[in-house]
């Protein structure tokens, strides 16, 4: 399933580069959690507002990039706290890599 | 025509720099720059505001010559107030309640800023506001590119001072009250965070 980058164009869309994941939960509390637990870890991940293509019920979402991908997602299993969504930011699309299918 | 020489300045310095310009000179503004970032902000910026960009390479840089086009209003909407839009972050937390979900609201609003068409010119930052643009914050990536958007990002001295955060302001500028004071009441308008 692919979404087109919306509104402004592609270079002022900081929050979300090229190649980077963006994991959505279904709820404030999983994704507060979720980001709890990856920062004790001191994994380089950041709470972002959901991209507004994605949207997502309580409008957050965690960024990382590939190199963390492994530590985070295998973090996140551990703790029975798995993303509801998950999407990957390829050029002007996110296309969906994992979650609900 | 007026000059501007902003090489050597890194992001968002040269876009602030040549928005002041801008306000102060009207009409044409020759800006001399770095090559990179700093050209690409403000030719992006220039173009976004109705600006002809001409570009040129010179000697250790590059000259960009911006002249205002025929369908760009400089006037604010309405035509009566002129200050510029502010908006001020009186906290580092959004709205009252838990203190954890509170600042979770006001990074979540910062960076959903980068997103919208419509920003302010200028951010002030008072009390634990000032915790959103000291090193560690979360939020320094959002500001930057408000800052390289033509947003003047100023925050509050006495309070980074009070917060020992003088010497980790990592966004923007520093400023005082009389600043503060005369933003607030020459502004076209003031949101209150």
């Known amino acids: 399933m692919r979404f087109s980058v919306s509104g402004l164009n592609s270079k002022e869309q900081i929050v979300v580069r090229d190649g980077d994941y963006v994991a959505i939960f279904n709820s404030i509390h999983r994704v507060m959690e979720a980001e709890k637990l990856l920062k004790g870890k001191r994994l380089a991940i950041l709470l972002i507002p959901a991209p507004r293509t994605l949207a997502a019920d309580c409008g957050l979402a965690i960024r990382y990039a590939e190199e963390a991908r492994a530590e985070v997602e295998g973090t996140l299993a551990q703790a029975g706290l798995l993303p509801k969504e998950l999407y990957r930011r390829i050029g002007e699309d996110y296309t969906k890599v994992g979650g609900d299918l | ?193």
């Not at chain 2, 980068?114 to 560690?136: H, Q």
């Open chain 2, 1 to 193: 025509m007026k000059n501007v020489d902003v090489r050597g300045l890194s992001c968002p310095a040269p876009v602030v720099s040549v928005k002041r310009a801008l306000e102060e000179a009207g009409g044409e503004l020759r800006v001399l720059l770095d090559d990179g970032a700093p050209r690409e902000n403000v030719k992006r910026f220039a173009q976004g505001r109705g600006y002809l960009v001409q570009e040129e390479a010179t000697e250790g840089g590059f000259a960009l010559t911006l002249t205002s086009s025929a369908e760009h209003q400089p006037q604010p909407k309405g035509g009566v107030a002129t200050g510029p839009a502010v908006l001020l972050i009186g906290s580092d937390r959004l709205g009252d309640g838990p203190e954890e979900l509170g600042r979770l609201l006001m990074r979540n609003f910062i960076m959903t800023l980068v997103e919208l068409a419509e920003l302010p010119d200028r951010m002030l930052f008072i009390n634990t506001g000032v915790l959103l643009t000291a090193a560690g914050s979360e939020v320094l990536e959002a500001l930057e590119a408000l800052g390289n958007r033509g947003v003047e990002v100023l925050s509050c001295g006495i309070c980074l001072d009070f917060f020992k955060k003088k010497e980790l302001l990592a966004a923007g500028g520093v400023t005082n009250m009389f600043t503060i004071a005369e933003s607030l009441l020459g502004a076209r308008s003031v949101v209150r965070l």
